[in-house]
């Protein structure tokens, strides 16, 4: 099955900085990445998605690569803000039934 | 839209205790919804995939007849967590999408914290 591995697992940034996630993935098959964000408690919420057949996606301070060939994409915040403070993960899916695998999740800390 | 509702958000029972928690589609049908677990400080791990008139599929290592799994109406699945024990206590969240095909966005509920006395 599918293995996605998530680095780094904490990330600390001042305010105003950018905050870089990596992800790898194992299966050619998967076709869809979205990203998900989690507060303590709460339900994991999309912040962005890219598919396979895009190579970067960008909505305002967030953006997205994918990189096909070496099975990475990775998350890129930037202008950092205190309410960026979360768990982030990146997940792989798009095979069978909407499947969805998670990384190991990234806590970050923007420090104001 | 897009909504997803899980109930109870939180359950504390003893032992032994079966414990069933709802999910729900709101504005959207939903052939297919997924069943996770979520301990502290980890990701969250897929546990089942909810099929709408057919068995649930498990992922390995989750015990079929511990977490049963129904899924009656295009709009409702359920997880009961049979003869509950505290090593099952965990964070229990489920998901789901409007149409059909793997590369739609999830939409979560909002999680049910059970924590077994």
């Known amino acids: 099955g599918e293995n996605v591995e998530q680095h780094p697992s904490t990330l600390s940034v001042q305010e105003g900085d950018s905050a870089v996630i990596k992800c790898t993935y194992s299966d050619s098959a998967s076709n869809y990445f979205p990203w998900y964000k989690q507060e303590l408690g709460k339900r994991p919420q999309l912040i962005i998605d890219i598919r396979s057949n895009v190579g970067e996606k960008k909505d305002q301070r967030i953006a997205v690569t994918l990189n096909k060939t070496a099975k990475h994409f990775s998350l890129h915040i930037t202008e950092t803000q205190p309410e960026d403070s979360a768990v982030y993960f990146c997940?792989?899916?798009?095979?069978?039934?909407?499947?969805?695998?998670f990384g190991q999740g990234t806590i970050l800390t923007v420090h104001p | 839209g897009a909504v997803v509702s899980q109930h109870p958000s939180w359950v504390i029972c003893k032992s032994g205790t079966s414990v069933k928690i709802e999910c729900r589609s709101l504005d959207f049908q939903a052939t297919t919804m997924f069943w996770y677990r979520q301990f502290p400080k980890q990701s969250l791990m897929l546990m089942a995939t909810?099929?709408?008139?057919?068995?649930?599929?498990?992922e390995q290592g989750v015990e079929k007849d511990k977490f049963l799994i129904n899924h009656a109406s295009l709009t409702l699945s359920t997880l009961t967590v049979t003869s509950a024990h505290p090593e099952d206590s965990s964070f229990y969240i489920c998901?789901?999408?409007?149409?059909?095909?793997?590369?739609?966005?999830?939409?979560f509920g909002d999680g049910t914290r059970l924590s077994i006395l």
């Open positions: 998901s789901a999408t409007p149409g059909t095909g793997g590369n739609q966005p999830q939409h």
């Open positions: 909810s099929n709408e008139g057919s068995k649930a599929t498990y």
């Open positions: 997940v792989a899916g798009g095979t069978s039934y909407g499947k969805l695998t």
